[in-house]
Nanobody, 122 residues
Framework: QVQLVESGGGLVQAGASLRLSCAASGRTISNYGMAWFRQAPGKEREFVAAVSRGGITTNYADFVKGRFTISRDSAKNTVYLQMNSLKPEDTAVYYC???????????????WGQGTQVTVSS
């Protein structure tokens, strides 16, 4: 079992930056592909970014390319999402996810965190 705990969310103004963290416990995340998803009120959960087990491959949703960066620190067993140039439409609950398989943009991940709220005001 892998337990994932997100942190770093908050209320910021448009144009600001935030860094989300996803701390894992139970297993080392070096064996897992990791991803971030988000869910806005009234909308389905959507893919944001993913990083492969080795950290070699990353994948981003088009709406965050050039603004968000996913990274992983195996020594800290933590995955990060650096979010720059935030927009009001980025407002959502952000979830961390882990998969023993290959990373994907679908929601087929084995483990999920509880989420952290990000609110961007205009």
């Amino acid at each position: 079992q892998v337990q994932l705990v997100e942190s770093g969310g908050g209320l910021v103004q448009a144009g600001a930056s935030l860094r989300l963290s996803c701390a894992a416990s139970g297993r080392t995340i070096s064996n897992y592909g990791m991803a971030w998803f988000r869910q806005a009120p009234g909308k389905e959960r959507e893919f944001v970014a993913a990083v492969s087990r080795g950290g070699i491959t990353t994948n981003y949703a088009d709406f965050v390319k050039g603004r968000f960066t996913i990274s992983r620190d195996s020594a800290k067993n933590t995955v990060y999402l650096q979010m720059n140039s935030l927009k009001p439409e980025d407002t959502a609950v952000y979830y961390c996810a882990a998969t023993i398989s290959m990373i994907t943009t679908t929601r087929r991940y084995d483990y999920w965190g509880q989420g952290t709220q990000v609110t961007v005001s205009s």
